[in-house]
């Protein structure tokens, strides 16, 4: 059964970056996506990535400051976060980027203050 373990998050200054790693598990060939949860929000998607490596969106919140892109060879997907917000606090979570999603890991916590 397909685990995500997400990793990488902490505590930044505005300005600041951070760069989140999901670990899948096993070795699938999906596309797959970032989603972050604020305190008192729901789950929004964040960014994704296809298949092949090309990201194929970007929340307008993040355009130009988050990058996204994996790793097949180490079942491995990332989030650069760049520039961060005190808005981008949030858990952030990897999972499929559609049809049924995988057991939600724990995530990881980003937190952005000054």
């Known amino acids: 059964q397909m685990q995500l373990v997400e990793s990488g998050g902490g505590s930044a200054q505005p300005g600041g970056s951070l760069r989140l790693s999901c670990l899948m598990t096993?070795?699938?060939?999906?596309?797959m996506a970032w989603y972050r949860q604020a305190p008192g929000k729901g789950r929004e998607l964040v960014a994704s990535i296809s298949r092949g490596g090309t990201p194929t969106f970007y929340a307008d919140s993040v355009k130009g400051r988050f990058t996204i892109s994996r790793e097949d060879a180490k079942n491995l997907v990332y989030l650069q976060m760049n520039n961060l917000k005190p808005k981008d606090t949030a858990v952030y979570c990897c999972n499929r980027a559609s049809g049924n999603m995988w057991t939600w890991g724990q995530g990881a916590q980003v937190t952005v203050s000054s």
């Open positions: 096993e070795t699938v060939f999906v596309s």
